[in-house]
């Protein structure tokens, strides 16, 4: 890698760190006039009537900026390896906002010399965590921009069994948020579908490597091939060029897993109950305070759709479908009606598609912001769904993904949701649905709360592009 690459890559980093300590101080700022100047004073008074020095809360806030920033720094937030997209902050960010605002409250509280208000540190423990995500989306956006002049750029060649050379090219030209620079491949043959240019035979890699001089390689082979991946790391020594492995999807037994050293034998888990004692008891209650508060603020906004989809087109305002859901059991799941009455009496079981004339005007607007779903928050607090969760399906779609989809049963392990891992990642509509049982694999795998925050955050802006929703 060259000096000038080691030094742009510096710069994003940086970058980083300076938006991060604007964001923390701009939400703190934020709070302090919040709950001392704006209207919130009428409905919560100050207590005595005296509004504290702001530098007593500058002063706190500039600690608890350093508290932040070396959280991140533990979190490895500004390594230079600037590979991660917004959707991979999102934890980090949730989980030091939380312990950051703890741990500067406990040393507040061991301050004697000025009293805090609490409401204040509520308040920067909302807004920082807002403040942080707005900014952090707007930062990835940028280094998007600066990716595109030449910033963290690394020279990359791609390696491997052509299948797989196939749909690592393919993937690279689709996603805007990478780093590499892609040079070429190597395979044992030309591949007519990559646009990237064969640069020689796998046989020839050294002396590529010398001539070329790559900042990376990305190495993909199948089961068949998979003993030359070996011959890749021999040419890359004493090398400093970065080395990327891509695996075959189906040497992926499980994308998880555990060991265990049970007196001498080593014992390693590849699967294991999902969402098992506390982990399930967790995810209940989260979906069942969370689909409460929903339908309570929304109740308003439910009626006026209700109404209008009415006053549209003859039928009934909600529409009810039988799903696979929990342990292959069947549910009724409800929706707003978005189509004529009786969409499928002459076509029978099919999936809508762009332009589908069975569709309402209202119908459209509906599905394309996600809000015919809605109603399933009911579905949630009767304990059919989850609010996160892969998609269920119809039952006459289900016998035939079973036979076909590998792992394709593994999705009903868990409650169904009203949006998953597989949707945030625009998955939705017609988009194959191999790819989005991978993401729904993933999901039952490595759960965690944060991942269902994460999501949560995801499915906002998801709902806002409103890609594929047909």
Request: hydrophobic letters at 45%; a positive charge; proline letters at 4%.
């Amino acid at each position: 890698m060259r000096l000038d690459t080691y030094k742009k890559n510096l710069y994003i980093p940086f970058l980083k760190i300076v938006v991060d300590i604007l964001a923390i101080l701009l939400a703190i700022c934020f709070s302090y006039w919040f709950r001392f100047y704006s209207p919130l004073v009428i409905y919560v008074p100050i207590a005595k009537g005296i509004i504290p020095p702001f530098i007593s809360y500058l002063y706190f806030g500039l600690f608890l900026t350093a508290i932040y920033f070396l959280l991140f720094i533990t979190s490895r937030a500004y390594d230079s390896r600037v590979y991660s997209i917004f959707s991979e902050e999102i934890p980090s960010i949730l989980k030091v906002c939380l312990l950051g605002i703890l741990l500067g409250m406990s040393a507040a509280f061991l301050y004697r010399g000025f009293s805090y208000s609490r409401a204040v540190f509520l308040l920067i423990y909302l807004n920082s965590q807002l403040f942080l995500l707005v900014t952090r989306f707007l930062f990835h956006r940028l280094k998007e921009k600066l990716t595109r002049q030449g910033f963290t750029i690394f020279n990359t060649l791609i390696i491997g069994s052509p299948d797989l050379v196939e749909k690592i090219t393919t993937h690279l030209q689709k996603s805007k948020n990478h780093n590499f620079n892609i040079l070429g491949y190597l395979s044992d043959r030309v591949l007519p579908g990559v646009t990237y240019p064969s640069l020689a035979n796998l046989n020839d890699l050294e002396t590529l490597l010398i001539n070329s001089k790559p900042d990376a390689v990305i190495v993909g082979f199948d089961q068949r091939e998979s003993y030359r991946i070996m011959d890749v790391i021999k040419s890359v020594e004493g090398k400093n060029i970065e080395l990327y492995y891509v695996p075959d999807i189906r040497e992926l037994v499980t994308s998880h897993y555990t060991a265990f050293d049970l007196q001498g034998l080593l014992l390693l888990k590849l699967k294991a109950l999902s969402l098992s004692g506390w982990q399930g008891f967790l995810k209940y209650i989260f979906d069942i305070i969370l689909s409460l508060l929903a339908l309570i603020f929304s109740f308003p906004f439910l009626l006026g759709i209700a109404v209008l989809i009415k006053i549209g087109s003859k039928g009934p305002v909600f529409y009810k479908q039988e799903r696979i859901g929990l342990d292959g059991k069947r549910f009724s799941i409800f929706k707003f009606r978005t189509m004529i009455a009786d969409a499928e009496v002459k076509s029978g079981p099919v999936w809508a598609s762009a332009g589908d004339p069975r569709v309402t005007t209202l119908g459209r607007f509906l599905r394309r912001t996600s809000l015919d779903e809605l109603p399933q928050l009911f579905n949630v607090i009767r304990g059919d769904m989850s609010l996160i969760g892969p998609r269920p399906e119809r039952p006459h779609f289900v016998q035939q993904f079973q036979q076909i989809i590998p792992k394709y049963a593994e999705r009903h392990r868990v409650r169904s949701g009203i949006t998953g891992w597989a949707q945030v990642n625009g998955l939705r509509g017609q988009s194959p649905i191999e790819e989005r049982t991978i993401y729904d694999i993933y999901y039952i795998e490595n759960w965690s709360l944060w991942f269902d925050l994460k999501i949560i955050i995801l499915t906002f802006i998801a709902i806002i592009k409103g890609e594929n929703a047909y």
